[in-house]
C-alpha cells in the first residue's frame, strides 16, 4: 500500500480513506482481509496447479504464472503483519506455514519420483512462495522498460526456479562463508544520525531495520520494540520523529553493506561460479540474520523526499549495474547461464524482501537457510 499515492488510492476505494492513511483499527483490519487474501490466492493457485500438471515443476511454473499474470487482480505482499494484534498474525502465519507444507509435499513427492533436485523443500518452498509475494512489488519498483515487464520477469522466474543460473549444473561449486561483521570504517559519516555513548550507530541502525522491516515502514509497536536486544525504545522513538533521516540512514546502511558482501564475494582470484555462489549466500544470510540484517529495499519510501529517493535510485542503479556486470563475466566465461542473466539482480531484490520479512526465521539456522536458499538460486529444482 506505501507504493501507491493516497490519493490515488483513497479515490479507488472510497469508503476505506481513512484506513490507508495510519496504523488504526480500520487499517489493520484492512491489511489483515488483504494479506489473508493474498494466502488464500495462493492456496487456490497451487491446489488447480497440482490438479492440472501432475509435475511438480509443472506446477511450480503454473503457480507463477497463473498468480503473477498482469491480466489477475493482483495479491499484495505481507509486509507489516507485526503491525497487527498477536492473534491475527499468527493467523497468518499458521495459513502462510500451511501453504509452505502443501507446496513442499509437492516437491518431496517429485524428488521421490527423480523429478526434482533433492534440497530442503520447505526452505525451497518458502523461497518459491516469496519471490512470488514480493515480486510484483519489486517489478513496479523498477524502470518501465523492456528489460523489466511482468511477462518477461514471470518467464524469469520460472526459468530461474527450474535450472538456476549456473553454466554447468553438474559441476559442484564450493563457496566460502563471509564474514558479515561489518567494519566500522566502512559506513558513511553522512548519514545525519546521532552516535549516543551507550549505543554504536550499527545496533541503532540494524534494530531500526529489522522493526521497519516487518512493519512495513510503519510505526513499529511498542512492544516489538521492547522485545529487540539491546533495543533502547526511548533512542529509536526520538529518531523515527525524523522518519526521512531515520530510513535515509538505513538505506545507505543497506547499501553498503550489499557493496562489502558484492566486493569480498568477487575476490579476484575467486571463480565466478564459486563467487556468485558466495554472494547469493551471504546477502541471504545478512537478510536473515537480525544482527546484520539490511533494510528491505523498498521500506519506507514514502518518508522521502523527491530529491532523496532521487539520489537513492541513483545509488541502486549504479549496484544493480555493477551486479549485472557481474552476470555479465560470468557468461563470458561460460560459468553462469546467459538465459535472463540482466534480471538476476531484480530476481534478488524481490528474494531479499521476502527474506527480511518475518516470514522466514532464520535464528540459529540462518546460515542452513541461506546455503539452501543460494542452492535454489544456482541449480533450480530440475535434477541434476
Not at 499484495?76 to 507444507?101: M, N, Q, T
Not at 516469496?130 to 515480486?135: C, V
Not at 549505543?199 to 516487518?214: G, K
Not at 530529491?307 to 535510485?313: G, S
Request: glycine share 6%; charged share 25%; with cysteine.
Amino acid at each position: 500500500m506505501e507504493l501507491s499515492t493516497h490519493a490515488e488510492f483513497a479515490e479507488q476505494l472510497g469508503g476505506v480513506r481513512r484506513a490507508i492513511y495510519s496504523p488504526t483499527e480500520e487499517h489493520k483490519d484492512l491489511l489483515f482481509q488483504v494479506y489473508q487474501r493474498s494466502f488464500q490466492v495462493l492456496v487456490w493457485h497451487l491446489r488447480g496447479a497440482t490438479r492440472r500438471r501432475g509435475h511438480p515443476l509443472k506446477v511450480v511454473r503454473s503457480l507463477v504464472a497463473t498468480v503473477l499474470n498482469p491480466a489477475r487482480p493482483e495479491i499484495a505482499a505481507p509486509s507489516a503483519i507485526d503491525i497487527l494484534p498477536p492473534a491475527r498474525g499468527a493467523k497468518l502465519r499458521s495459513l502462510h506455514d500451511a501453504l509452505v507444507a502443501e507446496l513442499a509435499a509437492v516437491l518431496a513427492a517429485g524428488a521421490q519420483a527423480g523429478q526434482v533436485r533433492d534440497c530442503d523443500f520447505p526452505v525451497a518452498a518458502r523461497a518459491i512462495l516469496g519471490l512470488i509475494l514480493w515480486t510484483p512489488v519489486a517489478s513496479h519498483r523498477m524502470p518501465p522498460t523492456k528489460l523489466f515487464n511482468r511477462p518477461r520477469v514471470i518467464e524469469a522466474l520460472q526459468d530461474l526456479l527450474t535450472y538456476g543460473r549456473a553454466g554447468d549444473r553438474s559441476v559442484g561449486v564450493e563457496a566460502p562463508r563471509l564474514d558479515l561483521a561489518p567494519p566500522g570504517s566502512r559506513f558513511p559519516a553522512s548519514v545525519g544520525l546521532p552516535s549516543p555513548q551507550d549505543l554504536s550507530r550499527e545496533r541503532i541502525l540494524v534494530n531500526a531495520s529489522h522493526l521497519l522491516n516487518r512493519c512495513g515502514g510503519l510505526p513499529a509497536p511498542l512492544e516489538k520494540v521492547s522485545k529487540r536486544p539491546g533495543c533502547d525504545s526511548r533512542i529509536l522513538r526520538e529518531l523515527a520523529a525524523d522518519k526521512a533521516g531515520l530510513v535515509r540512514a538505513c538505506h545507505a546502511r543497506t547499501i553498503d553493506v550489499l557493496y562489502r558482501i558484492l566486493e569480498e564475494a568477487f575476490a579476484s582470484a575467486r571463480a565466478t561460479d564459486a563467487a556468485a555462489l558466495a554472494f547469493a549466500q551471504a546477502l541471504a544470510e545478512a537478510y536473515l540474520r537480525e544482527d546484520v540484517q539490511p533494510l528491505r529495499p523498498f521500506v519506507g519510501l514514502e518518508a522521502l523526499s523527491p530529491e532523496d529517493l532521487d539520489a537513492l535510485r541513483i545509488r541502486w542503479r549504479v549496484l544493480l549495474a555493477n551486479l549485472r556486470g557481474r552476470q555479465v563475466d560470468g557468461v563470458a566465461n561460460h560459468q553462469l547461464r546467459e538465459r535472463y542473466y540482466d534480471l538476476a539482480p531484480l530476481i534478488w531484490t524481490a528474494l531479499c524482501g521476502w527474506l527480511a520479512s518475518g516470514l522466514l526465521d532464520g535464528g540459529d539456522r540462518a546460515n542452513d537457510h541461506s546455503r539452501e536458499v543460494a542452492q535454489l538460486m544456482r541449480l533450480g529444482l530440475a535434477p541434476v
